[in-house]
């Protein structure tokens, strides 16, 4: 049998692509190295613009909805935000995952958990896959295998964007803690060197963490800073601490080579001020899928890498500037920027998908004094 794609990968990127091909009729192969539900590293948060994203009800998964939020830095001075709907969707990883790649089963796909990538062949026509399970051949082969991504590295070669570190502690907390962040989301955005730190509520404990478009060295010791300039978080107890790499987006880094397309993390899809990357995996994911469907035999990955620059590109460039700028001077940008009520609305509304950042970048040039312009002394 040949199928019409084999994705290696079962996260949000893989399955939500799974899901848009089975659901078009197409033949899916679904492989995951881990056996599922599989714990996953990861804040966990739903962006509003993500939920969007699906056709189908999230409910199950989801542990609480955001509709609060508190900006600070360093806990020093904070801003408080309250939405009219919620913004975001707090979730589990390994529920999360699970539950998408159920619904890929459902739509068609075939699943195949416990099976990890060995190596492919480009045989022109097919590519052929080999992995623990067997060996299988198929029209596309999707790389959805997070970072550091064995299909990648086999397939492009190393030619892959930059990564950065990132580090989460999920924490038990007393019943009234618990309680303070049940429907309420925190960014400090001084929680680590030139970086923010967030604490998300979850059903039964919190998840905290540090990032920083910048990287970062120490970043144990930084959290456990971070985690000491909030008085509500000393009387807690760490359930779990780790460490991942957050893969920003680099144009230069190819998404699609012949039959073999890049999707979600294995593609470098994250944007650089929140180091957010569960929407870019699903809205990658459904655009490998759409491409697959409309594009000719062998067209796809060209279709997909097209949209990717026409449509994702752009946004995910400006992100890691902005980030970078943003982050270089903390403090001055918190005060003159996430204090400001527009800074704020902005804020929120990347994460809702309401605001772009072309749109924070145009805001800010609006109303920028008008001697930065000048070209010559008045």
């Not at 303070?180 to 039964?204: E, S």
Request: glycine share 10%; net charge positive.
């Amino acid at each position: 049998m040949i199928y019409d794609a084999i994705i290696c990968g079962a996260g949000p990127a893989g399955s939500f692509c799974a899901y848009h091909l089975a659901k078009a009729g197409r033949s899916v192969l679904l492989c995951e190295k881990l056996e599922l539900p599989r714990p996953k590293v990861c804040g966990g948060a739903l962006s509003r613009k993500t939920a969007r994203l699906v056709d189908f009800d999230l409910s199950p998964i989801i542990h609480n909805s955001v509709v609060r939020a508190t900006l600070s830095y360093r806990n020093e001075f904070s801003a408080a935000v309250t939405l009219k709907e919620a913004g975001a969707f707090t979730t589990v990883r390994a529920e999360f995952d699970a539950f998408l790649a159920n619904h890929a089963v459902s739509a068609g796909a075939i699943l195949r958990d416990s099976t990890a990538f060995l190596d492919a062949q480009d045989q022109g026509l097919v590519v052929e896959v080999r992995t623990t399970g067997g060996v299988f051949r198929t029209r596309c082969l999707i790389a959805a295998d997070g970072v550091g991504s064995p299909v990648r590295k086999r397939m492009f070669g190393r030619r892959v964007g930059r990564h950065v570190p990132s580090v989460e502690a999920l924490l038990r907390v007393p019943d009234e803690v618990m309680a303070h962040f049940r429907d309420h989301a925190t960014f400090d955005l001084g929680g680590m060197r030139r970086g923010y730190g967030w604490i998300f509520p979850k059903r039964d404990h919190l998840n905290v963490g540090i990032y920083s478009p910048w990287g970062g060295q120490r970043m144990r010791e930084q959290l456990d800073a971070f985690l000491a300039t909030h008085a509500l978080l000393r009387n807690h107890e760490v359930v779990s601490r780790m460490g991942f790499a957050i893969p920003l987006f680099d144009p230069q880094s190819p998404v699609a080579l012949g039959r073999t397309l890049a999707i979600g993390d294995a593609g470098g899809f994250a944007e650089g001020v929140y180091g957010e990357g569960i929407y870019y995996a699903m809205r990658t994911g459904q655009m490998a899928a759409e491409a697959i469907i409309d594009a000719g035999d062998g067209e796809a990955g060209r279709h997909y890498g097209e949209r990717v620059a026409r449509e994702l590109s752009p946004e995910l460039k400006l992100s890691t500037w902005l980030g970078r700028a943003y982050f270089a001077f903390p403090r001055f940008a918190f005060r003159h920027l996430a204090m400001d009520p527009r800074g704020q609305d902005r804020f929120t509304g990347i994460i809702t998908g309401d605001t772009t950042y072309r749109d924070c970048v145009a805001g800010a040039l609006r109303r920028a004094p008008r001697w930065l312009f000048r070209t010559s002394p008045p």
